[in-house]
Nanobody
Framework: QVQLVESGGGLVQAGGSLSLSCAAS????????MGWFRQAPGKEREFVAA???????YYADSVKGRFAISRDNEKNTVSLRMDSLKSDDTAVYYC???????????????????????WGQGTQVTVSS
């Protein structure tokens, strides 16, 4: 069983930057594909970025070129660096992991919410305009 704890959310002005971190604990945490999703008020949760067990990355079009996902397998953490933030980026951000048995996954798999089996509690990001 893997547990996830997000941190790093907060209030930032439009155009600013923020970094989120997700600490994973439990068995085989480093063997999982990991993703970031977000949910804005009144909207459905949406995919933001993902990083595979081999550190391949995939981004939603809305954040491509502005956000960067990375992982540190020694520390069992995944980070999301967010630059050039916009008011539309305001949301609760969640990290999540796929099953340990998920190998050679497609981008479609990584961007699908139901591919992920464990979720963190979320961290609020608010971008003021």
């Amino acid at each position: 069983q893997v547990q996830l704890v997000e941190s790093g959310g907060g209030l930032v002005q439009a155009g600013g930057s923020l970094s989120l971190s997700c600490a994973a604990s439990g068995r085989n945490a480093r063997d999982r594909n990991m993703g970031w999703f977000r949910q804005a008020p009144g909207k459905e949760r949406e995919f933001v970025a993902a990083i595979t067990r081999t550190s391949a990355t995939y981004y939603a079009d809305s954040v491509k070129g502005r956000f960067a996902i990375s992982r540190d397998n020694e520390k069992n953490t995944v980070s999301l660096r967010m630059d050039s933030l916009k008011s539309d980026d305001t949301a609760v951000y969640y990290c999540a992991v796929t099953p340990r048995t998920a190998y050679f996954v497609s981008n479609e798999y990584l961007s699908t919410e139901t591919s992920y089996v464990t979720w963190g509690q979320g961290t609020q990001v608010t971008v003021s305009s």
